[in-house]
């Protein structure tokens, strides 16, 4: 059974920094495409970043653009979300994603699997 469990949300001052984690099991994921998701209330499911799992290939929507940074763990089976100089924007519950190929990146339907989501909210 494949599972997603995020961690690492929380409070955070505007400016501050915030590292997400998703530890992901029940299968090898090294052929898959790992994301991030966040949703606020009341709008629609928004893409922030991707990588290929061997980490050659990285994409992320332009609003995080040199803020954010999505990584993979030594062990292949973490993936990291680094967020600097966060904005009250950001606040979302945050939701790591896998699916197995590049097709449909930015749209959330198109992903397989799901964690349950880790809140961020980020204070003015």
């Known amino acids: 059974q494949v599972q997603l469990v995020e961690s690492g949300g929380g409070l955070v001052q505007a400016g501050g920094s915030l590292r997400l984690s998703c530890a992901a099991s029940g299968r090898t994921f090294s052929s898959y495409v790992m994301g991030w998701f966040r949703q606020a209330p009341g709008k629609e499911r928004e893409f922030v970043a991707a990588?290929?799992?061997?980490?050659?290939?990285?994409y992320y929507t332009d609003s995080v653009k040199g803020r954010f940074t999505i990584s993979v763990g030594n062990a292949e089976s973490t993936v990291y979300l680094q967020m600097n100089n966060l904005k009250p924007e950001d606040t979302a519950a945050y939701y790591c994603a896998a699916k197995r190929s590049l097709l449909g990146l930015r749209d959330w339907v198109r992903w397989t699997y799901w964690g349950q989501g880790t809140q961020v909210t980020v204070s003015s």
């Open positions: 990588i290929d799992w061997t980490g050659g290939s990285t």
